[in-house]
T-cell receptor
């Protein structure tokens, strides 16, 4: 079945360390997204990419970086510059070309600080 | 600018009772509207979507939503709630194709027995 796979499910970061969250999709979607979810804050957009080798900052991009070298993959790196990284991170993808297309979500990665 | 407001942060409903979750949007053109549900520690699952035609749309798990342009609303309803419906619900509006959906902050539904 097609879908979005996020790994790992749980991740721990030490102070000063960069960590990378994986997101892979086999839905043949052009657009991919990263969200951060904190209690009571809803989903906040970190980065998104509409095509390979191109990506845009979202509302809270500071302290994060992404790459989009392949259509299927959109990894997110949480850098040491992100001082409050503890959150639930969600990856999504969407078929482009029509506004009525929904976003499909992975099951998320929970990042905590050691 | 587009925005989505879910006025209720938390709602408690008795099992078997009816449910209505409110969603108001701000969008200049014809909106494309979605409802998602999230169980704890999981991703978001699409319940239903509206983009044209009949203003009452049916979704999965017995949910429906009604689009009211005059009220800029897209409220989610279910005639009889089950304990398994306890979750967080998000309303979203679609902007330009390929850009991210704009989400409300969510409504947490609790179901009492």
């Amino acid at each position: 079945d097609g879908g979005i796979t996020q790994s790992p499910k749980y991740l721990f970061r030490k102070e000063g360390q960069n960590v990378t969250l994986s997101c892979e999709q086999n839905l043949n979607h052009d657009a991919m997204y990263w969200y951060r979810q904190d209690p009571g804050q809803g989903l906040r957009l970190i980065y998104y990419s509409q095509i390979v080798n191109d990506f845009q900052k979202g509302d809270i991009a500071e302290g994060y970086s992404v790459s989009r070298e392949k259509k299927e993959s959109f990894p997110l790196t949480v850098t040491s510059a992100q001082k409050n990284p503890t959150a639930f991170y969600l990856c999504a993808s969407r078929k482009t070309g029509a506004q009525n297309q929904p976003q499909h979500f992975g099951d998320g990665t929970r990042l905590s600080i050691l | 600018a587009q925005s989505v407001t879910q006025p209720d942060i938390h709602i408690t409903v008795s099992e078997g009772a009816s449910l209505e979750l409110r969603c108001n949007y701000s969008y200049g053109a014809t909106p494309y509207l979605f409802w998602y549900v999230q169980s704890p520690g999981q991703g978001l699952q699409l319940l239903l979507k509206y983009f044209s035609g009949d203003t009452l749309v049916q979704g999965i798990k017995g949910f429906e939503a009604e689009f009211k342009r005059s009220q800029s609303s897209f409220n989610l309803r279910k005639p009889s709630v089950h304990w398994s419906d306890a979750a967080e619900y998000f309303c979203a509006v679609g902007a330009q194709a390929g850009t991210a959906l704009i989400f409300g902050k969510g409504t947490t539904l609790s179901v009492s027995s």
